[in-house]
T-cell receptor, first 115, second 111 residues
Framework: GAVVSQHPSWVICKSGTSVKIECRSLDFQATTMFWYRQFPKQSLMLMATSNEGSKATYEQGVEKDKFLINHASLTLSTLTVTSAHPEDSSFYIC???????????FGPGTRLTVL | QKEVEQDPGPLSVPEGAIVSLNCTYSNSAFQYFMWYRQYSRKGPELLMYTYSSGNKEDGRFTAQVDKSSKYISLFIRDSQPSDSATYLCAMSGTNAGKSTFGDGTTLTVKP
């Protein structure tokens, strides 16, 4: 089946630093990837849709200058949390849709803790 | 009002019970319906996928979609402790579009 990986699986950083999270589709090419954020005991909140070779589409209320998304290749999208603050601490999950597929497959998630 | 409503539970059942998980929605444009299982601190795993109305069965899992009532269900037969997880319903209007998720139902199956 379709496999999506994320790296790192968890990261702790100091307030004010930037953190990059990678999302890779391992056995398929993905023109579209999605980035979600999930707080404890809450559902997934879509942050942005990442499109290969073009700018990401951000959901309302998501700061595009704070959450930088780069979809440089058909198998890799990155999310950079710039100038991270404690309120950015969350579980970040990406997903990707294989070509011709009707559904998306999720990565294992990255837990970010900002001190 | 949310586009997708899902009872958060928690739901606790004994091993071997039949579990019924449900979601309602308001957007009549939704055509693709998914159920995901999410274990603690893990990404969601696709369980079932259905297009339009109807039933779909896969092992112990059955997904039902009733578009006329805007109601979807996931049934788990012979539930096992390993089924203990949060179950998320999701739906979308096109096969390439973004999905809208329910808040998830937390299920515990007790041995």
């Amino acid at each position: 089946g379709a496999v999506v990986s994320q790296h790192p699986s968890w990261v702790i950083c100091k307030s004010g630093t930037s953190v990059k999270i990678e999302c890779r589709s391992l056995d398929f090419q993905a023109t579209t990837m999605f980035w979600y954020r999930q707080f404890p005991k809450q559902s997934l909140m879509l942050m942005a849709t990442s499109n290969e070779g073009s700018k990401a589409t951000y959901e309302q209320g998501v700061e595009k200058d704070k959450f930088l998304i780069n979809h440089a290749s058909l198998t890799l999208s990155t999310l950079t949390v710039t100038s991270a603050h404690p309120e950015d601490s969350s579980f970040y999950i990406c997903s990707a849709r294989p070509p011709g597929a009707d559904t998306q497959y999720f990565g294992p998630g990255t837990r970010l803790t900002v001190l | 009002q949310k586009e997708v409503e899902q009872d958060p539970g928690p739901l606790s059942v004994p091993e071997g019970a039949i579990v019924s998980l449900n979601c309602t929605y308001s957007n009549s444009a939704f055509q693709y319906f998914m159920w995901y299982r999410q274990y603690s601190r893990k990404g969601p795993e696709l369980l079932m996928y259905t297009y339009s109305s109807g039933n779909k069965e896969d092992g112990r899992f059955t997904a039902q979609v009733d578009k006329s009532s805007k109601y979807i269900s996931l049934f788990i037969r012979d539930s096992q402790p390993s089924d203990s997880a949060t179950y998320l319903c999701a739906m979308s209007g096109t096969n390439a579009g973004k999905s809208t998720f329910g808040d998830g139902t937390t299920l515990t199956v007790k041995p």
